[in-house]
């Protein structure tokens, strides 16, 4: 059963308060930390309901439910446009729909990526961000920092070669931004276990941030999510990527129609 209006107000007002209290605990303000609306497995209803609440962005896993929900423009509240970040894993032959929809992607994790997607957006319509041709698109690379086997992401271990090997050539994506990293916790059930990932994570892209250059726009920290926000805030998440606390628990026997 999705949450009605009402009942997602009340969850978004309990989410608020472990906010602040994270951002008053870290000496932050409550502006320096975006909230991401994952809005996986749930329907469109769903989504428009957030956005009466407020929201402005939503991450999704796939990017066949990401141009069901946000292919169409939407409008938020403050009277911006809906972002759509791409959070899951995308294969290679779908990083084209990727960009096409995403206003951010948060997954990516190989040089073969960065150059495809490089290509797809030369040729997408301008979308104002400054390149007088093709869409200027963020991006963030996903860091497996919680080690575990399943999950996605660059290795730890080389993680920081990676980015030091696309410094050398940042001036071959003039349509990517590369905008920060991004991290999944250990799923122990314990937020604290993820704490020194997330500060591991940290030292990586304020390094990265103080190059300049390319790296002048790696001022994001993609981490935590509705079981280890908290942590993540402390250790200087920009962006938390919250489902569950906003929108209940995911009908995994349900998943969202893709587009028919
Ligand atoms: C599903 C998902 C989330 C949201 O997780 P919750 O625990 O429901 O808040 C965040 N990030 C990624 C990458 C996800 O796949």
Known sequence: MEFSLEEMREHLAALEARIAEACKIAGRSRDSVKLVWVSKFHPAEAVENAIALGATDFGENRVQEAEL??????MAKDGSRVRCHVIGPVQSNKLKKAAIVADCIHSIASIEAVEKLERVCAALPGNGAGASQGKILDILFQVNAGEEETKSGL????????????????????????RGLMTIGKNTGVAEDSR?????????????????????????????MTGDLEVAIEEGSTMIRVGTALFGERDYSKPVNDPV
């Open 69 to 74: 929900k946000f292919s169409a423009p939407r």
């Open 155 to 178: 290795d730890v271990h080389e993680a920081e070669a990676f980015l030091a090997d696309l410094e050398t050539r940042a001036g071959n994506y003039p349509h990517l931004r590369f």
């Open 196 to 224: 020194e990932c997330f500060a591991f994570l940290r030292g990586l892209q304020q390094k990265f941030l103080a190059k300049g250059g390319a790296f002048a726009h790696f001022d994001q920290l993609s981490m935590g």
